[in-house]
């Protein structure tokens, strides 16, 4: 059982997530900056 630890489909799933997160975060970021407001006020 030589299997490589990092093949494993949850993480890739994990690290999707976390890439569509930090882009939506930024495009909401960018929308709300035109706006004037920060994430936390929007929040």
Request: glycine content about 6%.
């Amino acid at each position: 059982m030589n299997q490589n630890v990092f093949d494993d489909p949850r993480i890739t799933a994990v690290g999707l997530l976390v890439e569509a997160h930090a882009g939506l975060s930024a495009r909401f970021a960018a929308q709300l900056e035109e706006h004037g407001l920060s994430s936390v006020e929007f929040e």
